[in-house]
């Protein structure tokens, strides 16, 4: 008993020692070295634990990260929208636009709804890397009155036609963080005339 005592100094020292300088919970008892590793290992336990916990909500928040796919929303030039108006992403004010503008919505993976105050909304799919462009336009169909604004998801090379000329929002009128402050698309390389692909 009283060698084992004496090495018990030693022991600590040399766990001491291999960790971190962290303070490592034992008391003396009349079970001595017994008593010390059941804390100290009830310390590793939940260090353990609470480090596997952060590196899954880092992944789970990373994985998030990758899967979000770019809404883009536009308006013409040809519309009457000529003052800011606001827009809605499933119920919540994310941007404003007007016309000859447009926007881009970091949107999950999932059926969305883009809306406005007093046009028709629409339901749009997003899936993982392939991204979506809504329209606005006005129409009143065979109503009578003035037009009401109507959102239309279009074609991936419709879009990029509809969007040659359009400028990006102002900084401001960017609302959520889920619409990036600026165009984060890169511009297309400048050619010389004539030059071909």
Request: glycine share 8%.
């Amino acid at each position: 008993m009283t060698s084992t005592n004496g090495s018990f100094p030693r022991l600590v020292g040399y766990f001491q020692f291999l960790t971190p300088p962290v303070s490592i919970p034992y008391w003396r008892h009349e079970s001595g070295l017994g008593c010390s590793v059941a804390g100290m290992a009830r310390f590793w336990t939940r260090t353990s634990a609470a480090i596997i916990v952060a590196l899954s909500m880092a992944f789970v928040a990373s994985t998030g990260e990758q899967n979000l796919t770019q809404v883009y929303v536009y308006v013409q030039h040809e519309t009457p929208a000529r003052s800011w108006f606001p827009v809605w992403f499933d119920g919540a004010l994310v941007a404003k636009i007007k016309r000859g503008r447009f926007f881009v919505i970091d949107a999950s993976p999932g059926r969305h709804m883009v809306s406005e105050e007093k046009g028709v909304p629409v339901f749009i799919d997003v899936r993982a890397g392939k991204e979506v462009f809504v329209r606005l336009e006005w129409r009143n169909g065979e109503l009578p009155g003035p037009a009401l604004p109507v959102w239309d998801i279009v074609s991936q090379a419709t879009a990029h036609n509809d969007m040659l000329l359009l400028a990006y929002i102002d900084a401001d009128k960017a609302i959520s963080k889920s619409v990036p402050k600026a165009d984060s698309r890169k511009p297309p390389p400048l050619r010389r005339r004539g030059e071909s692909d």
